[in-house]
């Protein structure tokens, strides 16, 4: 699977080195209907959308507390795509992976 970094659009490379945001959502947001697969989350401030994998109720990433991940291209796209969401969205972050 071919992934683009959710904050600056740049391909992944197959074997290539591939960061994750951890979210865990609001309590209010409910996207258990959504598990595994991958949504596009609107950023109202930055006026975009970018991708999220939503966690299957069965993966390991559930089982440790993530509901969200964003697959970014390196720590500092993840900074900034987390610096931005904690501005315009409710979420609770875990650790950058």
């Known amino acids: 699977m071919m992934f683009k970094c959710a904050w600056c659009k740049k391909k992944i490379k197959e074997n290539g080195p591939i960061f994750g945001l951890n979210v865990k959502f609001a309590e209010e947001a409910n996207l258990n209907k959504e598990g595994g697969k991958i949504i596009q989350v609107y950023i109202k401030s930055k006026n975009i959308s970018v991708p999220m994998i939503v ?6 990433a559930k089982k440790h507390g993530q509901d969200g991940i964003f697959a970014v291209c390196s720590e500092k796209c993840g900074n900034k795509l987390r610096e931005t969401l904690q501005e315009d969205l409710r979420f609770k972050f875990t650790n950058l992976i």
Do not use: F, I, L, Q
């Open 55 to 60: 966690t299957a109720a069965d993966s390991e």
